[in-house]
């Protein structure tokens, strides 16, 4: 009879537990972002080459949805971006391959003499020639008068949040990129130019995450500049990792 009741309690407290574990959610691992350091920097100038290499039409920072972010997979890295729509917010589904890193503007700048500003950047949209061209002093300076308006920043992966986030600060070096000849975004934006640009310099907050495993995955980021600018940024990634 003892031995009965024993069994009883031990199938009693195992169900308990497996009870308790059903009930307790699983709390995801946090992703482990490369430090800050040269390949920041290098990689912010590759971004916006990449970004700026593309038309309009499949341009992934005009992408809503994940249709173009496949375009991110560029040689041992995968690109995310963020977008030019008026709500600053986008919610995209793409797959990855296995063991890719990525590498994303959390929150950025970039200033050239073409003198190009998107709406969030402020300030005047003027065709070139420039009568009074910065010097890569002077585009660094503008570039961090707007990454001075920052208030807030966010990351998180599959519900994990990036914590010190605004030590991930990254300058390029100075860069060129080349636009292409119709359908570009300068043209976009009123200015009709193409080909080459440069100097260009970028100054902003960066993430480089070590590749993700295999599985399905969400990653949100995002940030604010502030008055006189104005601008938030929230995006969205529904993530499958390939094996």
Not at 187 to 207: K, N, R
Not at 210 to 219: A, M, R, S, Y
Request: glycine fraction near 8%.
């Amino acid at each position: 009879m003892f031995t009965g009741k024993k069994q009883y309690f031990c199938r009693l407290a195992i169900a308990m537990v497996v009870a308790l574990g059903l009930m307790t959610p699983i709390q995801a691992s946090c992703p482990q972002v490369i430090p800050n350091g040269s390949a920041y920097q290098k990689l912010a100038a590759d971004w916006w080459k990449w970004a700026f290499s593309f038309p309009t039409s499949i341009n992934p920072l005009f992408d809503e949805t994940g249709s173009q972010a496949y375009l991110g997979d560029r040689g041992n890295v995968f690109f995310l971006a963020g977008v030019y729509n008026v709500t600053g917010t986008a919610t995209r589904t793409v797959t990855v391959p296995a063991g890719k890193p990525l590498f994303f503007p959390v929150l950025n700048s970039e200033y050239d003499n073409v003198l190009f500003r998107p709406p969030y950047l402020g300030g005047p949209i003027t065709p070139p020639p420039q009568p009074n061209p910065l010097s890569v002093p002077e585009l660094y300076a503008a570039s961090a008068d707007v990454v001075a308006l920052t208030s807030e920043l966010h990351a998180t992966v599959d519900g994990c949040s990036i914590p010190g986030l605004f030590s991930y600060r990254a300058k390029s070096a100075p860069f060129s990129f080349r636009l292409p000849a119709t359908d570009n975004i300068y043209q976009f934006f009123g200015v009709d130019v193409s080909g080459t640009v440069a100097p260009a310099i970028t100054d902003g907050y960066w993430l480089f995450l070590q590749p993700l495993p295999p599985g399905n995955h969400t990653v949100n980021f995002g940030g604010t500049f502030g008055a006189p600018v104005n601008f938030t940024l929230d995006i969205t990634y529904h993530i499958t990792v390939m094996p």
